[in-house]
């Protein structure tokens, strides 16, 4: 019944940028802590970013540090990713997720602490 719907995946050029949106609906919202993972083809599903609910602290990936950028906005049930300076290598299938908890402690880069997950939207990056 819980769904995360992403949306805002597309063809770009290295350099450009994209701003991915996560809506969820069919559950809580508040309180949880949300995430964003990527897969690309022939790869393990890896850890891009991690937003808490009370305080919003952030935490992100070294490879996409600096570049990106994880948002909520709790009237609208809604997780952004603003990306930025996008290369090659970001190219792969954006995963939104739930968060098991409130606070994440030191999980937050974690694949099995997250329990509802949407199903993807796709990134490409040419050079």
């Known amino acids: 019944q819980v769904q995360l719907v992403e949306s805002g995946g597309g063809l770009v050029q290295a350099g450009e940028s994209l701003r991915l949106s996560c809506s969820f609906s069919g559950g809580t919202f508040s309180n949880y802590a949300m995430g964003w993972f990527r897969q690309a083809p022939g790869k393990e599903r890896e850890f891009v970013a991690h937003i808490r609910w009370n305080p919003s602290s952030t935490y992100y990936a070294d490879s996409v540090k600096g570049r990106f950028i994880i948002s909520r906005d709790n009237a609208k049930n809604t997780v952004y990713l603003q990306m930025n300076s996008l290369k090659p290598e970001d190219t792969a299938v954006y995963y939104c997720?739930?968060?098991?908890?409130?606070?994440?402690?030191?999980?937050?880069?974690?694949?099995?602490?997250?329990?509802?997950w949407g199903q993807g939207t796709q990134v490409t990056v040419s050079s």
């Open positions: 997720a739930r968060h098991r908890f409130q606070f994440s402690g030191g999980t937050y880069a974690l694949e099995n602490s997250y329990n509802y």
